[in-house]
């Protein structure tokens, strides 16, 4: 099984200090291959020309939410295997079971410690080494 340290992240936020946090706290999981784009258009086409193991993106974006993203990389042959993480700061539980319904491996809410990314990330990659 790869560990979290292994992986290329891509973290997709229109926030860039969001962006700064989520890669910091990758960071003091050992994980130091991250990458970052501001909508989901940018990510998209990061992803089509470059080898990302792990997506954590945000819902609400301009350009192409978090949503669009999902449904973009779930159609897409050459990467409907990534993980997509979405991150939101609102829980409602239509977007959570909007996310499930998509194909998103998780779900996190806004503001979250390092344990909780660590532990969604580890929980994510069980499930996907189980399946494989």
């Given amino acids: 099984m790869s560990t979290p340290t292994d992986l290329k992240f891509l973290i ?9 946090i989520v890669r910091g706290l990758l960071k003091e999981m050992g994980c130091h ?11 998209l086409s990061m992803l089509k020309n470059q080898k990302f193991d792990f997506v954590v993106s945000d819902i609400n974006m301009p350009n192409m939410n978090g949503f669009d993203l999902l449904s973009a990389v779930k159609a897409d042959p050459s990467l409907k295997h990534l993980p997509v993480l979405m ?3 609102e829980a409602r539980k239509e977007d959570i079971v909007r996310a499930a319904q998509s194909g998103a491996a998780g779900y996190i809410v806004k503001p979250f410690t390092k344990a909780t990314l660590e532990e969604k990330v580890q929980k994510i990659l069980q499930k996907m ?3 494989a």
């Fill in 87 to 89: 991150v939101t700061a």
């Fill in 33 to 43: 291959n991250a990458d970052e784009a501001e909508d989901g258009a940018i990510a």
């Fill in 12 to 20: 997709v936020d229109d926030f860039s200090t969001m962006r700064r």
């Fill in 129 to 131: 080494a189980a399946g």
